[in-house]
């Protein structure tokens, strides 16, 4: 190139590019070295982009002793800066420049491209290949940069960039972009348009602290498939549109804490089938509105949601759904709106919500267990949940803590526990539940325990423990439970329970246990199976007796099954209710064998009196009438004591013989039953 072809500006560039030197065009005022005045900068300040593009393809000389490169302060530079295809062996090194035209790299072969605190419409480096770094910190590019499939060694900076849309709505395209280095898109760095990363790959560091991305509706990061050597920075980054990280590899942790992720209706966060080797750190004031997703993702250390703020209304806040964990710690975390999903999630250690807030607002359900497995304990004590807890076919290992929760469902249930398994103990101290708790069909390794709760659903359920499988259950309310409790078919060790507590509705049909604290006397516990609105069950009965027969109490169990024997009564038809009511009247069913005594005393009494007043008149040679004999002889069936053939009593006297004939044959009758029934039973 002619050196008049080059003009001041341009000859001051080629000058010092021998050496690499700096071409300084900024005059020093502040206020004229404005980019957003360089509108008016004239000659003196303006170089040709074709002159930086032939010294960068080998135009000008070296010096010994030195490295060439262009390196430009404060110009404008004017014309199209085109490298598309070109190998570059020198650097291109711009600060506080404006260029005019867009920057093509397109399939290039450079060394380091750096453009800080730059001003420049575009920059296309798709497919280049750079040995160095890539740096537009600071810099203003209106209509973004490509770096699709472009591979760096080294490093890759957009530390506090802002970066505009292209036609796409893409402000950094960067699809299968290599790094062997980190990538920087920091301290400050603001996208007016999208962040594209799928199926890139970074040796280093992606950082993006303290970032802005703003694409409503759209994909505001993606990184599909990205494979990340390092950790994900990201702690305060403000984001309009989805972050997507699906089938991502991260070595390091994903941090996440102080930023705010916007996408109402959809997804603020797509984790699904992410591999991260540490862990996920969304606290500090994280806030998301839309859904967390990490569908299938496997999260090896812990995801921490402590000082979350989720929101997504009428759907899911929080999918967790067949993802593998370490450990999740949530501690006061809220949810204002939307499903906590844990659905076939497998949790290694521990899932802590202590002080967690959960508002289904007007959905029925605000977290779901299904199908999940905790290797450690599930720790909820203090929730706080506005709609169902519902934990169904899932296996916990250790203790399942809800002490001090306060549930209010938005339809009947509060929390159900159905057809799962826990390890250890269930604690439930001061629990507050205004609709149904229902443990069903669950096992509970040693403790399920309702201490001090209160339980309110005033005509339907209050607790359903029905088919509960427990070494020891402790049911003492702090208050009579408003609602009806359901025991039926549970199989429990220790029942402990408090009589001044007791609700009015007790179902306990197929109620098994070994032990009942207190030790209650059988009258009392007779008015606990009075409670069963569903009347009488004879397995009751006899399970209660049963328990007083192990515990050396055989008065008390027979009391139980007196008990048992007069409420069956009901239950048959009319002759059936007559002959019971006969043979409790008589022998009390042989639980009372003093009796039938009594009853044989009144009558020899009463009959000894009448006939001794008025005997009944000799037949023939007749024995010296005994009215007492007499009276024994009639009530005694079969036995002839010689004294009732001998005397024909008329009238009056004759209607009260039948009457005692009777009477001994009832009685006689009541006890052979009674003798053989308790046969039966021994």
Partial sequence: ??????????????????????????????????????????????????????????????????????????????????????????????????????????????????????????????????????????????????????????????????????????????????????????????????????????????????????????????????????????????????????????????????ACLVDPGAYALSCGGMVIHGGVWCGKGFTAEGELRFIGAELRATLALSGATLSNPGRTALRLDRASVGDITAVDLTVNGGLVSVVGTRIADQLTMERTRLDGADDPIAMWLDGATIGGSLRLPQVRIRGELRIWRSTIRGTMVLNGARLSPTDTIALQVTSTDVGANVACADLVADGELRFTRSSVGRHLRLDRVRLTNPGGVALDLRMLQSPEVTLQPAEPIQGGVVLEHARIGLLRDDPSAWPGELHLDGLTYESLQPSLPARRRLQWLARDPDGYHPQAYEQLAAFYTRTGQPVESMRVLYAKERHQRATKPFLGRLWSLLQDVTVAYGYQPWRPVLWLAALLIIGGVAYGISPPRALGQAPHFNPVIYTLDLLLPIVDLGQERSFNPAGAEQWFSYFLIAAGWILATTIAASVARMLTRR
């Avoid at 209509?143 to 802002?162: C, H, I, M, P, T």
């Fill in 1 to 258: 190139m002619e050196a008049s072809e080059l003009g001041d500006a341009g000859r001051r560039v080629w000058e010092a590019f021998p050496r690499g030197a700096w071409a300084d065009f900024r005059t020093g005022n502040a206020d004229e070295d404005d980019l957003a005045k360089s509108d008016g900068w004239g000659p003196e300040r303006t170089v040709r982009a074709e002159v930086i593009g032939a010294l960068l393809l080998g135009a000008g000389t070296a010096e010994p002793g030195y490295r060439p490169a262009v390196r430009l302060r404060g110009a404008r530079i004017t014309g199209r800066l085109d490298l598309m295809g070109a190998t570059v062996d020198h650097a291109l090194v711009c600060e506080d420049c404006r260029f005019d035209e867009p920057i093509r790299c397109v399939e290039a072969f450079t060394r380091t491209v750096r453009l800080v605190r730059c001003r420049l419409p575009s920059f296309n480096g798709a497919r280049m290949r750079t040995e160095g770094i890539v740096n537009f910190a600071d810099s203003e590019v209106d209509a973004g940069v490509r770096l699709d499939r472009a591979k760096v060694v080294g490093e890759v900076s957009f530390w506090g960039a802002k970066l505009g849309p292209n036609a796409d709505g893409v402000a950094l395209a960067a699809d299968g972009m290599t790094v062997e280095g980190p990538v920087e898109c920091n301290a400050g760095f603001a996208a007016k348009g999208g962040v594209q990363l799928h199926g890139a790959r970074i040796e280093g560091t992606l950082d993006l602290t303290d970032a802005e991305i703003v694409r409503p509706g759209g994909n505001a990061l993606t990184a599909t498939r990205a494979v990340i050597n390092g950790p994900v920075r990201a702690n305060r980054l403000v984001a309009q549109g989805q972050i997507g990280f699906r089938n991502a590899d991260i070595s390091g942790d994903l941090h996440l804490s102080g």
